[in-house]
């Protein structure tokens, strides 16, 4: 081989491992630039849950203050005029029908025992104080008293929730208290049955009635599902899933997921 077939040898060689190195620097460079757009992506999404989590903190909050200043107004103010209107009827002259005075009585004592059933499921110190099980008995307790329900709660033993927070436990008792509301006022319903259990060391609770039931999709895209959309936007916040499940006038059933 003569002295220029070797340099253009030698050349073709040069080129050609240049020309691969090139293509190898791309390689990584194209890798690289991809796997920084994933962690900036990842990095984005992680901040904008971040935002989203403090933000639904902050709602929680608001409305836990305003439940808890709303149960204090009726308690302190509300329910002492009641109890001031209920001496004032004692003290009628006996000339007024005693009949009537004690019908009167009475109404005004059941509106102020109502009013501090209510006073007492709003208030977070009360919840703090007897716990999730004892406020969810109280709650279906007083709706039962009405006499428009029939109440079944089955709760398997030794169930602690995994240890949740109090905080948790209170927003999980107000997802509860948003969902029995929905049933009294949209529902229909003449039963209702709740049981807690245990499943793969997670806790599920079971909200179903036998009322008229509704077209969850049809509710979400008129943008009415206020109340879901709240109670969904709770769930997400303790980690907790929820799903629904309702057929038209066969009723509902809505269950929670804690995980372990």
């Not at 709303?70 to 002492?80: A, S």
Request: net charge negative; glycine share 4%; proline share 1%.
């Amino acid at each position: 081989m003569s002295s220029k077939e070797e340099e253009i040898y030698i050349t073709v060689i040069i080129v050609s491992i240049f020309l691969l190195m090139l293509c190898v620097f791309l390689i990584i460079m194209v890798f690289a630039y991809m796997r920084k757009q994933r962690i900036n992506q990842q990095e984005k999404m992680d901040l904008e849950n971040r935002y989203q989590q403090t933000l639904l903190k902050t709602q929680l909050e608001i409305q836990e203050e305003t439940i808890n200043y709303i149960g204090n107004e009726i308690h302190d103010n509300i329910g002492h005029i009641i109890y001031l209107v209920r001496l004032k009827i004692t003290q009628l002259p006996s000339i007024i029908n005693s009949a009537h005075r004690d019908e009167l009585y009475n109404l005004l004592k059941k509106s102020s025992d109502d009013l501090r059933a209510i006073s007492h499921s709003l208030n977070e110190n009360q919840f703090q104080k007897i716990g999730f099980y004892e406020s969810l008995k109280q709650l279906l307790f007083n709706i039962e008293k009405t006499g428009r329900y029939s109440i079944n709660l089955e709760i398997e033993d030794d169930i602690d929730m995994h240890n949740l927070p109090i905080q948790s436990e209170l927003i999980l008792f107000r997802m509860m208290q948003e969902i029995i509301h929905n049933i009294i006022k949209h529902a229909s319903a003449s039963t209702i049955h709740i049981s807690v259990s245990e499943a793969n060391k997670s806790t599920i609770i079971k909200i179903s009635d036998d009322g008229i039931g509704f077209n969850l999709s049809a509710i979400q895209s008129e943008n009415k599902g206020i109340g879901i959309n709240n109670i969904m936007a709770r769930a997400k916040f303790i980690k907790a899933s929820v799903t629904f499940n309702s057929i038209p006038h066969k009723g509902t059933i809505v269950t929670i997921h804690i995980n372990a």
